[in-house]
């Protein structure tokens, strides 16, 4: 258990709706991270958050975004579904802003039908 | 930009047989490199890292690797195989800029046979 929590774990939607998953870090991180993994993309980073922060971008649809509040727990919204937003998405927490593993958790599996 | 190449997308080896996966890395920065594993339906496990200390890692679970700077490599290896090693194995390098963007490589499936 990495002490990384994400809900729910599973997710069925029709396309066009709009969903909204969570993250809760391990205790004491301030930074979260969250990434796609699909079978033709593979692992792509999508944002990081430091303490309430955004504090890098990479390949995040403008259909999406994310927060971290001040509890440092982090949600990710997708909105304006497409089939090709299925895939799992991965939230990660380390303690500081840079140079440092990060913990996964176990994933949000996001089915669009 | 920094990035990681997986040299082998599939890997398959006997059980008790020794293990490699090559990595080969690009930085312009003096990377933090780290192995994370992935089993079936699962999420993803730090299995060891380099911070710029010792140039042999030692992980979890009898994985090993080591880092050359001339090479520009990070193979990671193990002297014996196990049935419960079969799983997908991840390259990855930190570091540069202002965050901590973590740049995975495109994996390796390792295949473990009886």
């Known amino acids: 258990d990495s002490g990384v929590t994400q809900t729910p774990k599973h997710l069925i939607t029709a396309t066009g709706q709009r969903v909204t998953l969570r993250c809760s870090p391990r205790?004491?991180?301030?930074?979260v991270y969250w990434y796609q993994q699909s079978l033709d993309q593979g692992l792509q980073f999508l944002i990081q958050?430091?303490?309430?922060?955004?504090?890098a971008k990479g390949n995040i649809l403008e259909r999406f975004s994310a927060q971290q509040f001040p509890d440092l727990h982090s949600e990710l919204n997708l909105s304006s579904l497409e089939l090709g937003d299925s895939a799992l998405y991965f939230c990660?927490?380390?303690?500081?802003?840079?140079?440092?593993?990060?913990?996964f958790g176990q994933g949000t599996r996001l089915t669009v039908v | 930009a920094q990035s990681v190449t997986q040299l082998d997308s599939h890997v398959s080896v006997s059980e008790g047989t020794p293990v490699l996966l090559r990595c080969n890395y690009s930085?312009?920065?003096?990377?933090?490199l780290f192995w994370y594993v992935q089993h079936p339906n699962k999420g993803l496990q730090l299995l060891l890292k380099?911070?710029?200390?010792?140039?042999l890692v030692k992980g979890i679970n009898g994985f090993e690797a080591e880092f050359k700077k001339s090479e520009t490599s990070f193979h990671l290896t193990k002297p014996s195989a196990h049935m419960s090693d079969a799983a997908e194995y991840f390259c990855?390098?930190?570091?540069?800029?202002?965050?901590?963007?973590?740049?995975f490589g495109t994996g390796t499936q390792l295949k473990v046979e009886l």
């Open positions: 990660a927490s380390s303690p500081y802003l840079g140079g440092t593993e990060a913990f």
């Open positions: 205790s004491g991180d301030l930074s």
């Open positions: 958050y430091y303490n309430g922060e955004e504090r």
């Open positions: 930085s312009s920065y003096s990377p933090s």
């Open positions: 380099y911070t710029s200390a010792a140039t």
């Open positions: 990855v390098v930190s570091g540069g800029g202002g965050g901590n963007k973590l740049t």
